[in-house]
């Protein structure tokens, strides 16, 4: 069997260190491979992983801490809105955002400077 150790060895070795990549989620710069726990075989343990590398991604620490700990699902945003090509945007620094909640933003941004004492 695998280790969960050989796993993360093979993707530094094949993909690179996670830490070259943006995190898959929110685009900031990557910690780590994570696992996505979408493998329908994966391993259950003192640590649940997957022997297959296609269920990894690169993420930042705050997106592994709360994909570990229950947090949201990587296939969408912080907010629940799913990641598609046309849900998505890409900022200027090459960072990904969720047209939902950047227009939602702006509106509330608009709303508060149309609103804001003088």
């Known amino acids: 069997m695998t280790t ?29 491979w994570a696992y996505d726990r979408t493998d329908p075989n994966e391993v259950i343990g003192p640590k649940t992983y997957s022997t297959d590398p296609e269920y990894y991604l690169p993420l930042c620490g705050p ?3 709360a994909l570990d700990h229950g947090g949201h699902d990587p296939s969408a945003c912080k907010h629940g809105h799913p990641w598609s090509e046309g849900s998505t945007y890409i900022n200027p620094d090459g960072v990904r955002e969720c047209r939902t909640c950047r227009i939602g933003n702006d509106r509330r941004r608009r709303y508060r400077e149309k609103h804001r004492a003088r």
């Open 63 to 65: 997106c592994h801490y």
């Open 4 to 32: 969960y150790s050989a796993v993360h060895k093979w993707l530094v070795r094949h993909y690179g260190p996670a830490a070259s990549l943006p995190c898959w989620n929110c685009g900031q710069p990557a910690q780590w």
